[in-house]
């Protein structure tokens, strides 16, 4: 269910060497649009981050998102940030958009040119234009062209009653490895896209977004590695014809924008490389919340828990080990541990309690750690996937 104004697709352009692969997407919309962004805070950032960032920072309103998978563009000097702005510029004159009114992103192989000729690449987004669409099929086929590692499409939509009428959401993640995004506005990769025909500015835009962020896409970890094209796009065009929202009505879009953005966020951890098993941890009664996050996340990338939990292994030890070295200050005789609803941990000594009841509840797909610190009235979630036999196998070969 695509908001009012937006088109969508994917085809195989021959950027990904993966044979039948789409690896084009296209999320267009039919009026320039307020736009938001958050990128990788790693110093090492690939070119579209780097363009993307920069057409941000300069303003005005954007009209589509072009994306490839196979290539990362990361790591490819001046040519690199060339094929990006070239990504851009043949989707502008494909379309008859204004010159900066494009985004770009890239998903792949870390180090390998795109060699983006732009009359060869405009072909395909020309083809590409005439196969964009509202349906769902159209929906489908633009994730599918952004997915690696990925086993499953992930979108999601919402609709929101405002008093003048009703706003949709959608929303679309790729990613299953090197995930343990980490991003910031622009003052593996994990790419996403935010479409909604709300009428939002895009400072407000901005600041919806990296606040849901923080507690959906800053709360999730496949295997602890920050990608260097981490990207998540919102572009709000106003076509709900609503008009400008009322402040009770903007706290119900932020709403249905925080559910939309977790229930992406999850599905990542659910895709993660080789995963078995989802993972919610929960961190309860900390002094602060960054304090619950810090230890949640501590965990999160934790690559003893995440193996003891794949062997269906009820091992405390490894929880409170990685809580210990999370860099919080806490109490450690006052802690308790619950492991799949199993309390096996209590004011810092362990209890006796079933191992098979324990073991039981972790051969289960969804799991859940409890962490109980009681020095507060804090708390905070984080979301993760075991560490399986199959992830080492999809990594070792990745690159061919």
Known sequence: MLPNGFKVGGLQSGLSKKKGKKDLALFVSESPASAAGIFTK???????????????????????????????NACTGDKGKKDAENMCSATEKSFNFETGSVLCASTGVIGQYLNIIQDDFKKNVDLLKSNIGTFSKNEDEAVLAIMTTDTFIKKSDRKVKVKNGEIKIWGCVKGAGMIYPNMHGPHATMLSFILTDAEIESETLQKILENSADESFHCVSVDGDTSTNDTVIVLANGQSGTGKLSEADLEKFIKAFDELTLELAKSVAKDGEGATKFIEIEVRNTKTKEDAKLIASTIATSPLFKTAIFGADANWGRVIAAAGRAGVKFDPDRVDIYIGGVHTFKDGVVLNFSEEEAKQSLLKKEVKIVIDLKAGKESSKYYTCDFSYDYIKINSDYRS
């Open 42 to 72: 790693s110093i090492i950032k690939a070119a579209p981050v780097i363009t993307d960032i920069e057409r941000l920072k300069r303003g005005g309103r954007f009209s589509a998102i072009v994306a490839n998978s196979g290539y990362a």
